[in-house]
């Protein structure tokens, strides 16, 4: 019998995989007899109490590598030892109706989670790599549902300028951002701000489109592996005359040039995304796919980009007032704003009592310590004038789209992001970090 002492583990209620209820059953039993499993369970009831969104464990020959990501930060924890780290990840492997010997294919595999008010799946990936292997714990059942623009922080005035835009009869709208900068969640939150009950909204996409669906866009989903393509689906979609085209998936020559002649030609409104730093950015990357240059300066009708920056914790952030000289960069007038905001930071001399002994400072309950809690998102909305049409179709280059752009009036995504420090949502050196992506 074991001379270690038993550890209460917090109440985290598991259903594992399988397909029938026995299954899961045993792969439950399985789990609970390694020894990892209660380093399991405290792994998970930790990431879930401090808003963790992904787990990463790397394996090397001594130790596991172990990181938080929060808010779409990581965070380094201290290392495992491999024995323990092993036993840990087995038990997990187990819980997704995974191999646990299987060191070097990759597997995935999904069980579910319920502790304190969370409840949902979790996911498992893990691969070989040289230096041993690498898992990925992916808690889904933590991520916070940002499915509307107010949920990401557009102002109202913006949001009704989107649906005034979204209601145009014919036109090519772009949704843009960074890679792993929210393009999927602001896809999403532009598509449900539309009259999708009202006109017909109607989808192309691959068999390997993992995106969720959006309610009332009917999906077409052609499988390239079967040798269907997006224009055989397409033609097949066109005959039922849909009122909105919806291209998630702007890849390549063939998709760029179906969007753009529906709009010149078919006269319809074509909505698509693709990655970029910002909106004008947007439109010369929609180039690069080589659609006909003057029939895509035509169509275009605006841009939406947008960049995620962390939200300053409330209740530990610290107010200073900016020096002069950083609000004349900024280009805020002296006077309009007294104070900006940063996250907490301890004092540099620790406080001590009587005895000379240092005064633990105590962490914020809300924000664990890290200064920030969720995100919000900044957006620029470019609306295409003949200007910018004109450059678009004679003098492609972004400095001197960026220059005309400019001209027009057009706010950035900096200059929306200095009115979220100017309202405390945000810091200065959180939003550098965003922008400097």
């Given at each position: 019998?074991?001379?270690?002492?038993?550890?209460?583990?917090p109440p985290?209620?598991?259903?594992?995989?399988g397909?029938?209820?026995?299954?899961?059953?045993?792969?439950?039993?399985?789990a609970q007899?390694i020894?990892?499993?209660?380093d399991?369970?405290l792994?998970i009831a930790?990431a879930i109490?401090?808003r963790?969104?992904?787990?990463?464990?790397?394996?090397t020959?001594d130790a596991?590598?172990?990181?938080?990501q929060?808010?779409?930060m990581?965070h380094?924890l201290?290392?495992r030892d491999r024995?323990?780290?092993?036993?840990m990840l087995?038990?997990?492997?187990?819980?997704?109706?995974?191999?646990?010997?299987e060191?070097?294919a990759?597997?995935n595999?999904t069980?579910?989670?319920?502790f304190m008010?969370?409840?949902?799946p979790?996911t498992?990936t893990?691969?070989?790599?040289?230096?041993g292997e690498?898992a990925?714990?992916?808690?889904t059942?933590n991520?916070?549902?940002?499915?509307?623009?107010?949920?990401?922080?557009?102002?109202?005035k913006?949001?009704?300028?989107?649906?005034?835009l979204f209601?145009?009869?014919k036109?090519?709208i772009?949704?843009s951002?960074?890679p792993?900068?929210?393009l999927?969640t602001t896809?999403?939150a532009?598509?449900?701000?539309?009259?999708?009950?009202?006109r017909?909204?109607?989808?192309?996409?691959?068999k390997?489109y993992?995106d969720?669906d959006?309610?009332?866009?009917?999906?077409?989903?052609?499988?390239?592996?079967?040798g269907e393509?997006?224009?055989?689906a397409f033609?097949k979609?066109?005959?039922r005359?849909?009122?909105?085209?919806v291209f998630?998936?702007m890849?390549?020559?063939e998709?760029?040039?179906?969007?753009v002649?529906?709009?010149?030609d078919?006269e319809r409104?074509?909505?698509t995304r693709?990655?970029?730093?910002?909106a004008?950015?947007?439109?010369l990357?929609?180039?690069m796919?080589k659609?006909?240059t003057e029939?895509?300066?035509?169509?275009?009708?605006c841009?939406?980009?947008s960049?995620?920056v962390?939200?300053?914790c409330e209740t530990?952030?610290?107010?200073?007032q900016p020096a002069p000289q950083?609000?004349?960069k900024?280009?805020?007038?002296?006077?309009?704003?007294?104070?900006?905001?940063k996250p907490?930071?301890?004092?540099?001399?620790?406080?001590v009592?009587?005895k000379?002994?240092?005064?633990?400072?105590?962490i914020?309950?809300?924000?664990?310590?890290l200064?920030?809690i969720?995100r919000t998102?900044i957006?620029?909305?470019?609306?295409?004038?003949d200007?910018i049409?004109?450059?678009?179709?004679?003098?492609?280059?972004?400095?001197?789209?960026?220059?005309i752009?400019?001209e027009t009036g057009?706010?950035?995504?900096?200059?929306e992001g200095?009115?979220l420090?100017?309202?405390?949502?945000?810091?200065?050196?959180?939003?550098?970090?965003?922008?400097?992506?």
């Amino acid at each position: 019998m074991s001379n270690q002492p038993q550890i209460q583990l917090p109440p985290v209620n598991y259903t594992a995989a399988g397909e029938t209820e026995d299954l899961r059953e045993a792969n439950l039993q399985m789990a609970q007899q390694i020894p990892g499993y209660a380093d399991a369970t405290l792994l998970i009831a930790d990431a879930i109490s401090k808003r963790v969104e992904q787990v990463l464990m790397d394996y090397t020959r001594d130790a596991v590598v172990m990181k938080y990501q929060i808010d779409g930060m990581w965070h380094e924890l201290p290392r495992r030892d491999r024995q323990s780290g092993d036993a840990m990840l087995a038990s997990m492997k187990c819980l997704g109706g995974m191999d646990p010997r299987e060191r070097r294919a990759k597997q995935n595999g999904t069980f579910k989670v319920q502790f304190m008010k969370v409840k949902g799946p979790c996911t498992l990936t893990t691969q070989g790599v040289q230096t041993g292997e690498r898992a990925i714990l992916d808690l889904t059942c933590n991520r916070v549902k940002l499915e509307r623009l107010e949920d990401l922080g557009m102002r109202e005035k913006m949001r009704e300028r989107i649906r005034e835009l979204f209601s145009a009869d014919k036109g090519l709208i772009i949704i843009s951002s960074m890679p792993k900068g929210g393009l999927t969640t602001t896809w999403t939150a532009c598509l449900n701000e539309t009259d999708r009950f009202m006109r017909d909204f109607a989808s192309v996409q691959s068999k390997s489109y993992s995106d969720p669906d959006v309610l009332n866009v009917a999906p077409n989903v052609y499988d390239p592996s079967k040798g269907e393509t997006f224009a055989r689906a397409f033609g097949k979609l066109i005959l039922r005359e849909p009122e909105v085209l919806v291209f998630p998936e702007m890849n390549n020559e063939e998709t760029a040039r179906i969007a753009v002649e529906q709009v010149t030609d078919g006269e319809r409104l074509v909505v698509t995304r693709l990655h970029a730093k910002s909106a004008d950015e947007a439109l010369l990357r929609m180039l690069m796919l080589k659609p006909s240059t003057e029939k895509l300066a035509k169509a275009v009708h605006c841009v939406i980009n947008s960049r995620l920056v962390r939200r300053l914790c409330e209740t530990c952030r610290q107010p200073f007032q900016p020096a002069p000289q950083m609000l004349q960069k900024l280009g805020i007038p002296q006077g309009r704003v007294q104070v900006f905001y940063k996250p907490y930071q301890p004092p540099p001399t620790p406080p001590v009592d009587d005895k000379g002994n240092p005064i633990p400072q105590p962490i914020c309950p809300q924000c664990q310590g890290l200064g920030f809690i969720g995100r919000t998102a900044i957006f620029e909305v470019l609306v295409v004038n003949d200007q910018i049409r004109k450059a678009l179709a004679t003098k492609p280059k972004l400095d001197v789209l960026r220059r005309i752009v400019k001209e027009t009036g057009h706010n950035t995504l900096q200059e929306e992001g200095i009115l979220l420090v100017c309202q405390g949502v945000t810091s200065l050196t959180e939003l550098q970090r965003a922008l400097t992506q």
